[in-house]
Nanobody, 129 residues
Framework: VQLQASGGGLAQAGGSLRLSCAGS????????VAWFRQSPGEERTFVSE????????VYADSVADRFTMSRDNAKNTVYLQMNGLKLEDTAVYYC???????????????????????WGQGTQVTVSS
């Protein structure tokens, strides 16, 4: 699968952005998808993950009450709705995936970059005061 992230941009603190991750191929629904983010000089860290049908999601504690992940398999797209943005949300956001039907099953516990096999390019999110 190939992934392409989009939707980043500049937002004010307290504002909202919606990121999209578009996947290729007829088996996109097989894939669990996650969002990670990386700030300059820091490691890439887990943000959220969604299972193959959108029925299960998990979030990092820092975003759990502000971000919502969803997917539309008919459009081969996963979304990250980000509300209540904070300065510390500024980062490059990456979507990533693994085949949860033909490979390891979704567990909600895959939070390391090495757990994901496919990566999109990043999209920059900048939050200003």
């Amino acid at each position: 699968v190939q992934l392409q992230a989009s939707g980043g941009g500049l937002a004010q603190a307290g504002g909202s952005l919606r990121l999209s991750c578009a996947g290729s191929g007829r088996t996109f629904s097989y894939y669990a998808v996650a969002w990670f983010r990386q700030s300059p000089g820091e490691e890439r860290t887990f943000v959220s993950e969604i299972n193959w049908n959108g029925g299960r999601t998990v979030y990092a504690d820092s975003v759990a009450d502000r971000f919502t992940m969803s997917r539309d398999n008919a459009k081969n797209t996963v979304y990250l709705q980000m509300n209540g943005l904070k300065l510390e949300d500024t980062a490059v956001y990456y979507c990533a995936a693994y085949d949860s039907v033909r490979g390891k099953q979704y567990s909600g516990n895959y939070r390391r970059t090495g757990d994901y096999d496919y990566w999109g390019q990043g999209t920059q999110v900048t939050v200003s005061s």
